[in-house]
């Protein structure tokens, strides 16, 4: 049973009628419908919540951390942010959505700035499979569309090592590393650009299988017995004679 | 010219006898001798200068920064670690000495707790240039010898698009990624292990070679016409027929 | 069911008394005795068998192919080895040991030399995991001692993606990464440099335990499902109306 | 003095008037022009020049080689390839254009099949810079355009360590890492898909920006110096005494 959190910053469903009529729950609820699995134990955390949702409770009992956020990126306290990447660094998985790419816990994963460009247009996108071997693209059709969205655009500033499970192409003239794997100790991160807070995007069958795949893949494969970097050794045990 | 800065904690030079004679004037004096040469224009800066020596004035004005630090990694404020990152992505090199691998602003380029063993006992290191093409390893010894030095040994918490350009051996028994670069935007960024505040390894030959070529690499190749990343475009230029 | 073929020159058993004492039934048998479990379906081939042990008939039925060889890497024929390199690519799993890094396959799949240092003086080689996390680090220790073995060092002509999961250290001065994973198209491929022709290293458990990891690892998560890569689409299906 | 030899098939031009209404000379005649300049010494050379125009008495004064092929990939004897191949780990530049993908030299560079989608419709390519930092990229507009190519689509069958510089989009859909870097050996290589027989892409003064650069980056930095690889040190130096 993998332990999932879906973390929204939830404002923009309070503010707007527009976002409101997408996503009447938030987005997180709609993320936590979608997903439904018998393996999966999911439940949602928002921005408002005691300890902003952040909270050592919740984040002890998090194998995988889903993250959407958009509009309040800077009221997540410097504080949480480092308690949330020390927890990736030893084995939590996180799944970053769309516009969490501004999100200060990405950004500190990344070491960059994470800056793309955009435009909303509801252009139509079509994603590619470019690693059809990769468990996160398990069931995804090798090309898919969707049929109005945010374009996300060149150059997105992420580190080498960002490895691209997908890439899309809007119809305005654009491409994008839509999805991208990275690791940070032991935790692995997702980013997947598909969805927004005014389409439908998350109600969008092989968007949802990709976002389940990732939640399967970034789970800790050995929760439990992973540890803090251990104390170094005072010893020279290397070169003991009987070791 | 490029414009160095040899930024130095300058604590323990102040507080050890034991430092201060290897040491007298400070680590940073002492590679602003060992790296003087025609093609550098070096300065030195210390926490406890004025803006914890990391002002705008000298940022804007430093090519590649040096960074030597080992005691008061927590002194050095978020605020200035940001400003910092911020320029490295915008392309000013960043060397990071020893154990700054605990620094924040190194921390925040890998994302990672960059954390590894240690054991001070004064044993034998062997470096071993494993990427001899590597601007880096510039008239460097294909392996050189290290008399009396701190260990520090794997596992070393760093990102995997951290590239190994030397790798050490330890009397005792272990190993270690001893020299990696990375990239951040459009900074390039090099840890290198060697150095000890009580041994005079920065007077080593080959160490301040190293060092040296680092910051020729290191030093953006455009000075002057990075910019920081773009607004986004807002019409849909990419498919628009005279284009 | 994982399908393991274990394939050896198996000459130099037959030359070298040596050899023999130390794996009588030859080095593919003794791997199969170590690797036996309810999980795997092994079996041997070698080089003197009919169409060298690499007919379609084996390689059609190999999820996992274990490489062993030593002297005679240039009596594999060019035929066999692009047949070899063709199956990885479409998902097969590929384990190169030892003395395999000089293999046609292993450069084939490198592109580089794989070129070594090496030194036979029965030393001690102290091997660290530096990827605890990866499923070929499962119920390895952080490191462990092989007593007596021929040195590999560093420089090792891989390629960049190949990732260090273990590196080894050697008494007489010499750094190696000795287990590196590589993936060329939908394969999963693993390099092991411990194990000997002489020295008794394929009975010990922490060996025989990171090589059963590795099988695991490299078979392909979704046989029969793999395709060659699909012919071009000619119509501009991209860009349609209703798609 | 950079010494360039632009290889060319040179099979096209010859059987098909459309090709040489194009390219009347053949393409190295117009690369050569296209890209002469003080720093380069351009030569050209054919398959059917003696020697497959692969002698080494030309590879031994390239200090980076051209390659276009198209129709004529398998008729290159696998013993030049082997020849280019070592040259290239020695440290000569490879720079591969368009339809050279399938060519055994950037299959055996690469050790995937390096398969592609691909449509001859005439259709527009956008092109994006996606390291704007590189040497590859200078003086080249963060995207410009191709009225009329050919379709090159992923998923583009690359090894991991293929880094991304430029990526296209297609009128009709598709998407393209068309722009990558590699490194083998001492040998750095860049393949570049924009070029086609029968559109004048090699006149477009951002395509030839884009070449002229890779053949400064590729060219060998330390020409004379590099070696093959050494033989292996016999004597445990490492952890002399003295050493």
Redesign the interface.
């Known amino acids: 049973m993998i332990r999932v959190t879906i973390w929204n910053e939830f404002r923009q469903e309070k503010k707007s009628d527009e976002v409101r009529q997408v996503y009447p729950d938030g987005i997180h609820a709609e993320l936590a419908r979608g997903l439904a699995a018998d393996d999966l134990q999911i439940r949602t955390a928002v921005l408002d919540d005691p300890g902003q949702g952040l909270t050592d409770e919740i984040l002890d009992s998090t194998d995988v951390l889903i993250w959407w956020a958009h509009i309040a990126h800077h009221e997540v306290t410097?504080e949480n942010v480092r308690r949330v990447?020390?927890k990736i660094?030893t084995?939590m998985g996180l799944i970053v959505l769309h516009s969490g790419h501004y999100s200060k816990i990405f950004q500190?994963?990344?070491?960059?700035?994470c800056?793309?460009?955009?435009?909303e247009?509801g252009?139509?996108e079509?994603v590619?499979?470019?690693?059809?071997?990769h468990?996160i693209a398990?069931n995804v059709p090798?090309?898919f569309?969707i049929p109005h969205t945010e374009?996300y655009?060149?150059?997105?500033?992420i580190?080498?090592?960002a490895?691209?499970i997908f890439?899309?192409?809007?119809?305005?003239?654009?491409?994008f590393?839509s999805g991208v794997t990275?690791?940070?100790?032991?935790g692995k991160i997702f980013y997947f650009s598909p969805g927004h807070e005014s389409f439908p995007i998350y109600r969008q069958p092989e968007v949802l299988q990709v976002i389940g795949n990732a939640v399967r893949w970034a789970a800790?494969?050995?929760r439990g017995t992973?540890s803090a970097?251990?104390v170094?050794?005072?010893?020279?045990?290397?070169?003991?004679e009987n070791?």
């Not at 500190?108 to 700035?113: D, H, L, Q, R």
């Not at 590619?128 to 071997?133: M, Q, Y």
């Not at 655009?153 to 500033?157: I, L, N, P, V």
């Not at 170094?232 to 003991?240: M, S, V, W």
Request: hydrophobic share 25%; net charge neutral; glycine share 10%.
């Open positions: 410097d990447l020390q660094q084995g500190g994963v990344c070491g960059t700035s800056s793309l460009k955009w435009r247009s252009e139509k079509r590619w499979c470019i690693a059809p071997f468990p398990r090798e090309t569309c374009m655009g060149e150059r997105f500033d580190p080498d090592d490895r691209p890439m899309s192409w809007y119809q305005g003239g654009e491409v590393r990275l690791q940070r100790g032991y800790p494969e050995c992973i970097p251990k170094p050794n005072l010893e020279p045990i290397g070169n003991a070791n």
